[in-house]
């Protein structure tokens, strides 16, 4: 089983609806992120957290809301999705210590018609 | 602004030595990251640079200077899984990742 587990993987839906993107992880790590990814682009931060009573903005944070439910589960949230958020979306979960690496979920694609 | 440059894409034959290069300009420096993309799946973690000087780590090595904002990664003996994107992604001085938008590395035969 992966140890980042992102659901769905691939989702189309319309413009104007609510989604929910949602990330679970068996790492035990207390660091948790959201990240887009678009062609050409490096890595975006939406938002991140650092435990579960916190919760931060990244550097693209607008049109988007997270909840951090548990240690282990981060979701994300498009309150009216609309299509310039057509998107590969990753989630990603890192240790305590500033230079331990981030492990990524396989990524859900997001297209907004 | 923050800024992290690399190559676009890249040619490389297999079994030959490739070194893609990241220049970086941050508020602050905490590290640098060198993570492999393949195409559709998630960025997998690849090397670590904190200080000057070279690591290495198999095939891979990665090299610092942050004097001059500048890192390599180097990979020899190259075979065809080694197709893939390499980002390049810098620690700043808030503690975030600033990504490059990565390398693409074509391995041709």
Redesign the interface.
Known sequence: DADVTQTPRNRITKTGKRIMLECSQTKGHDRMYWYRQDPGLGLRLIYYSFDVKDINKGEISDGYSVSRQAQAKFSLSLESAIPNQTALYFCATSGGLNNQPQHFGDGTRLSIL | GQN?DQP?EMTATEGAIVQINCTYQTSGF??L?WYQQHA??????LS?N?LDGLEEKGRFSSFLSRSKGYSYLLLKELQMKDSASY?C?V?DSN????????TKLIIKP
């Open positions: 992290i676009t905490n590290g990251f559709g799946e998630a960025p997998t973690f670590y904190v980002l992604a620690m503690y975030q990742l600033i990504w490059g938008a990565g």
